[in-house]
């Protein structure tokens, strides 16, 4: 299934499990942080860090470095209906020419075991066009 999500979309599973959003940012937006300077990894875990914040419970753990970028896994929680339930994922962050990239691959406990997947099927997408 495929929602509007603040600008972007999101995909998801048929049954709720795993989810994913593609987010870019300009890096003429953000060149205020680092000038003309590539971005270095933990500038580009600031990033998306920051796009990603006002998720609930958002707590992102440490980066580790990926052939052109970042991975950063994360926890948080999901509240629908008035019951809240953890989620967990990695975001995806890739330097572009004129952009920065960022996947966030979200799962529930149920689809935890499918993000590691997810990862290897996205990760190559985040390319210059």
Same mark, same amino acid.
């Not at 991975?71 to 995806?92: C, E, F, H, N, R």
């Given at each position: 299934?495929?929602?509007?999500?603040?600008?972007?979309?999101?995909?998801?599973?048929?049954?709720?499990?795993?989810?994913?959003?593609?987010?870019?940012?300009?890096?003429?937006?953000?060149?205020?942080?680092?000038?003309?300077?590539?971005?270095?990894?933990?500038?580009?875990?600031? =990033?998306?860090?920051? $796009?990603? %914040?006002? !998720?609930?419970?958002?707590? @992102?753990?440490?980066?580790? +470095?990926?052939?052109?970028?970042?991975?950063?896994?994360?926890?948080?929680?999901?509240?629908?209906?008035?019951?809240?339930?953890?989620?967990?994922?990695?975001?995806?962050?890739?330097?572009?020419?004129?952009?920065?990239?960022? =996947?966030?691959?979200? $799962?529930? %406990?149920? !689809?935890?075991?499918?993000? @590691?997947?997810?990862?290897? +099927?996205?990760?190559?997408?985040?390319?210059?066009?």
């Amino acid at each position: 299934m495929v929602s509007p999500l603040a600008g972007s979309v999101l995909i998801e599973s048929p049954d709720g499990s795993l989810a994913y959003t593609v987010l870019v940012r300009s890096q003429s937006q953000l060149a205020l942080q680092n000038g003309a300077q590539p971005f270095i990894n933990d500038a580009l875990a600031k =990033i998306a860090q920051t $796009a990603f %914040q006002q !998720g609930e419970g958002f707590q @992102p753990a440490q980066w580790q +470095a990926i052939p052109g970028g970042i991975k950063m896994d994360w926890t948080g929680s999901l509240t629908i209906a008035s019951k809240s339930q953890p989620v967990s994922g990695t975001i995806l962050v890739r330097q572009l020419p004129t952009d920065v990239g960022m =996947i966030l691959i979200a $799962a529930t %406990q149920t !689809g935890a075991e499918q993000v @590691p997947s997810a990862i290897s +099927a996205l990760v190559d997408s985040l390319q210059p066009s």
